[in-house]
Structure formats: C-alpha cells, structure tokens
C-alpha cells in the first residue's frame, strides 16, 4: 500500500513542529523541503528524528557532481530516509549521488518533471517543441534509472506507466496529490489519494490539503481511508 508523507511547507519550524504534534501517532513521515530547511535546517531533522518520524529530505539537489555528493553525504549523516535530486543533473551527478549515499544511506529519487509543469513550461526551459509531459517525464526516468537511482518523483499521471516499465522495486514518490474539492494552487498535473494509490504509488506527498486545513487531521484521516479502501471520501 502506499505510503503517506506530509510535506511540511510551514512559516517556521514551531508551526511545523506543532502540526507534528497535533497528527501525532497518524503520520509517521514528514517532507522537509528547501522553505523549512533554510530557515531552520538540521535542527529541524533532529526533533523529527527524536519525535521518532522519518523524514524525506526535498532539496533537489541539481549542480556539479562532486558537489551534489558532498551534500548527499551531509544529508546521509542527518539520518534521512528519501531525499530527492534532480534527474536533470545528468548521468554523472546521479551516479556520484547514489556513490555517496552507500547501502546505508537515503533512498535517492529523481525529479523528472515539477508537477506544476505544464507542457508549455518544459518547452520554454528547454527550448525545443514538447506534445506531452509524459514524453519528458519517461526520458528523465530512465536517466534516472540508468544513473543507479532508487526511483523517481513524478505526478500521479506517469505512476503506472513508470511501474510498467522499470518494475516494482523502482520507487515512485507522487506530489500533486489533492483529494477531492481541494484547491490546485500551482500544482497542474493532479490525482486524488485514491487514484495514485491505484496506479501504484509507493509514497503520496500531501502538503497543503493537510498543512491549510482548518483540521488537518481529518484530511489525514480521509486520505488513509481513501488509500486502504481505493475508493474517494469526498
Ligand atoms: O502543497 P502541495 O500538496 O502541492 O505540496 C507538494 C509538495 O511536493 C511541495 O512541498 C512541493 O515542493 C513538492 N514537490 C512537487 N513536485 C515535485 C517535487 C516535489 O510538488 N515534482
């Protein structure tokens, strides 16, 4: 079954701590992405990991190798479990990335495409005509794959088509996730709980259905109903 992460993309680390608290036992893993981690960074990881949480680490990492292993290393001794580079990065950088992290280290996965990417988006970044996302998405991929990577994050759209072809073991950790009646905010490629879950996510990002709820642990509540029984709440 899938496995629910909040993405914790609050102002300050005493509102992402007490969220922690108010979830309690019902969320067990937490994304700390570059917003939180600036602000307050390995600290931030520390009172997760003594609170007993895992943490996937979203810093998408994207620069030269020897750079992006030194930083693998870093976040490796932070005790994280998933932590994300940018496939984009190029063969060299993954393959120094998964070096650095070892047997022992974080599970690596690569960003393909941003959810909030549109296919006019990928055009304009990289100058050249793009018809489909999913095209861009299945490249990156299998770069991704090809470098030693663990898996890859992608929208919930390419899940089942990225099992299909690099096999069960290969990780997909799916943002974008909203269940139904929630606001889109920037995100473009979308899916319900239920949906991803369907398609064979191993891991649904939520941030701020959860994080902007007036109850976020109802929203929680809603979305493991959906993720045990396949079926929408809403
Ligand atoms: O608030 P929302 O549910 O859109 O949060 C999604 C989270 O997943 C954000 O923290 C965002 O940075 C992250 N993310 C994403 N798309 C990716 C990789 C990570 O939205 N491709």
Avoid: C
Avoid at 100 to 129: M, N
Avoid at 146 to 171: D, I, N, Q, T
Wanted: hydrophobic share 45%; aromatic share 4%; charged share 20%.
């Amino acid at each position: 079954m899938s496995t629910l992460i909040v993405a914790l993309d609050l102002p300050s680390p005493d509102a992402a701590l007490a969220l922690v608290g108010r979830l309690g036992d019902d969320v067990d893993f937490y994304k700390i992405g570059s917003p939180l981690f600036t602000l307050a960074g390995p600290p931030i990881v520390h009172a997760l990991r003594k609170r007993g949480k895992r943490v996937f680490l979203d810093l998408k990492y994207h620069d030269i190798p020897n750079t992006v292993a030194a930083a693998v290393r870093a976040a490796t001794d932070l005790g994280v479990e998933l932590l994300t580079v940018h496939a984009g990065g190029g063969i060299a950088m993954m393959q120094e990335a998964v070096a650095a992290a070892g047997d022992d280290g974080p599970r690596l996965v690569g960003v393909t495409v941003l959810t909030s990417f549109t296919a006019s988006d990928v055009e304009q970044v990289w100058a050249k005509p793009v018809t489909s996302v999913h095209d861009e998405v299945v490249r990156l991929a299998r770069l991704a794959a090809a470098a030693g990577l663990h898996g890859v994050v992608s929208s919930p759209l390419e899940v089942e088509y990225l099992k299909r072809h690099h096999g069960r073991e290969f990780l997909v950790v799916t943002p974008g996730i909203r269940p139904a009646g929630h606001a889109l905010g920037d995100q473009n490629r979308v899916a319900t709980p239920s949906e991803a879950a369907r398609a064979g996510a191993d891991y649904l990002v939520v941030g701020r259905p959860v994080t902007a709820a007036p109850d976020p642990a109802a929203v929680v509540a809603g979305n493991r109903a959906e993720l045990q029984t396949g079926l929408a709440t809403a």
